[in-house]
């Protein structure tokens, strides 16, 4: 089901939170709330399932405006970052409900329970506690939980966050496993940039209550609105450097390297600007040449990155196949893609 | 396993055993001087009982002339001890959740005011209390007096249970308001069953102290019709004419079993409680 966000504002008392957002998540994707800590993801996922209350706009579920109905109608099934388990009950109990609730025979319940507990792979837990299961599995049985009522919509707030790194991977592909097959229209709020590009259709990205760009996610990385947008995408992220523009090209602050910029994202005139040039755009071969020192290397396996420090004092990183042939302190001169190189405004904007 | 119910290596258990059996001798044998006092007879001037006889729990069978039976007296005990405990187990689950969860307009005051009326001493409210129980023509009622006894209980049970709810994450509510429970429904099936602990203490709580009070329903409700157990205990010291220390103790040691029973029953949950373990 489509959801719409329409000038939707929340505040909090005096703080205001979100201002004026719109959002369209379409019929079936998944669509990522990526941004920094306390920019406002949790806050617009309740008010999308009627936790919180909002103070302006409208949310509308398909063509249904459900701004003023309660939580309890909106058909949304919702996984918390703690899960919110109920302790005391079973998982089959945990599972069933929001069928009780409904008051569907017992029979019924017991069915569709089973077929849930197949879709998550939590066929033997039935009988078990919360506090009896592993991360992975309470994962797993909150999702089963938000599922069982076939909602319109599924938010997921952080649900990898307690997870380590490899059952993160898994439950990963195990969440956007679950929702294509039911096809279900879903939102997962996330800080983490490798979580939203790999698991969504689209990302909206969002700092300070605003959203600032909406996109899929090789689009958003190669093609950032702005400096924010460019700096959250990308592990190892972007480097910046700071210079002057001027007749097409810019002058690195405190050096005398110029940096000739492509056709498209030349400035007016002069003014300050910041460049960026992502790791793997920056190394032996491209066409603008760029002087600097080794200053660190760091071993990732089959690729090292390598952070290097030019004459300003700017920093640029390299992400290239393992070579053992450089080493700290080793002066290189190496080439950034003139054509990839990101050009932003004093105020942020890509230019 | 085996091994870990086992006192460890390096830490022996007897002499603390001893310790404690040693301290607590002389309690013991005064419960049992108590009892045995009951059901003997002694010589004059002798303090080794010489005689068995049951004529000390003749209270059972016959009523003392002027004096309500004990059964009857029983009954009120329970009465009263009951419902002052389900009245407070009531309210205060409730308002402790409403004070701990929902935008009460001036809670704070509230809950200040509570706290004022806890540490109020309940004895210089008695006259004021007699004179509006009288007024309202619940005087030498048992109502009047379980009355009054929840509401001088509940401060306590209301901040209990407050903190308690304070403690339970408010994940759980919204889980169960999105799976689409009504805020009653999370409240009585998800929000209730996680403070089950503190209500059970504090059930415990307000019956033991229901089964002891004492000066509430002596002054309220003195009448033989609705005496309860430590009035009827007062009486039988007070009556000079026909004194009998061995039949009061026989009383006394009748007064005390429901609540030897009840802490045989419930100990190993109110260890739960003190040791702060919340666990099945
Ligand atoms: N109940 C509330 N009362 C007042 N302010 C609140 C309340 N809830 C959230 N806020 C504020 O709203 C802002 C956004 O909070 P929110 O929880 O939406 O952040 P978030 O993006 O989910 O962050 P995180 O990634 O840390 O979970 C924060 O500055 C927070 O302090
Ligand atoms: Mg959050």
Known sequence: MRILLDHFSKSFGAVKVIEDMNLEIRDGEMLALLGPSGCGKSTTLFSICGIHRVSGGRILFGDNDVTNVPSQLRNVGVVFQSYALYPHMTVRQNIAFPLQVKGLAAADIKQQVSAIAALVHIEELLERRPAQLSGGQQQRVALARALIRKPDVLLLDEPLANLDAKLRLEMRSEIRRLQLETGITAILVTHDQVEAMSMCDRIAIMNAGEIIQIATPSEMYHDPRTEFVAGFLGNPPIAFLKGTAQDGAVLLDKSDIRIPLPGRGRPAGAGRVTLGIRPEDFGPQGDVQIPGTIVFVETQGRENLYDVRLADGGMLRSIQPVRGDLKVGDAVTWAAAGDKIMVFGEDGSRL | ?280
């Not at chain 2, 729990?57 to 419902?83: C, E």
């Not at chain 2, 039988?236 to 061995?246: H, P």
């Open chain 2, 1 to 280: 396993m085996a091994a870990s119910s086992a006192p460890s290596a390096n830490f022996r258990t007897w002499p603390i055993v001893l310790l404690l059996t040693l301290l607590s001798l002389p309690l013991v044998v005064m419960y049992i001087y108590l009892f045995v006092d009951t059901v003997t007879d002694s010589s004059t001037g002798s303090l080794i009982p010489d005689t068995f006889t049951l004529s000390h729990w003749d209270f059972l069978w016959h009523t003392k002339v002027g004096k309500p039976s004990v059964w009857v007296v029983l009954v009120n005990t329970l009465l009263f001890a009951t419902s002052t405990t389900t009245v407070v187990l009531l309210i205060s689950s409730m308002v402790g959740y409403a004070l701990s969860r929902l935008n009460v307009p001036g809670r704070s005051v509230l809950l200040a005011g509570v706290m004022v009326m806890h540490a109020f001493p309940s004895v210089t409210l008695l006259i004021a209390i007699f004179v509006v129980l009288q007024m309202v023509g619940l005087y030498n009622t048992l109502i009047g007096v379980i009355l009054v006894k929840a509401a001088l209980d509940l401060p306590l049970g209301i901040w209990l249970m407050k903190g308690f709810y304070d403690t339970v994450p408010w994940e759980i509510e919204m889980a169960g308001i999105t799976d689409g429970a009504s805020r009653f429904t999370v409240w009585r099936r998800l929000v209730l069953p996680q403070v089950f602990p503190a209500l059970a203490a504090l059930g415990l709580f307000a019956f033991l102290s229901g089964w002891s009070e004492f000066i509430l329903p002596r002054v309220l409700a003195p009448g033989n019709n609705v005496q309860v157990f430590s009035v009827y205990l007062a009486s039988l010291i007070a009556d000079d004419n026909n004194f009998d220390l061995s039949m009061f103790k026989a009383v006394g040691v009748f007064y005390a079993i429901p609540v030897i029973v009840l802490f045989v029953l419930f100990q190993r949950h109110l260890m739960n409680i003190y040791g702060g373990g919340t666990k099945g």
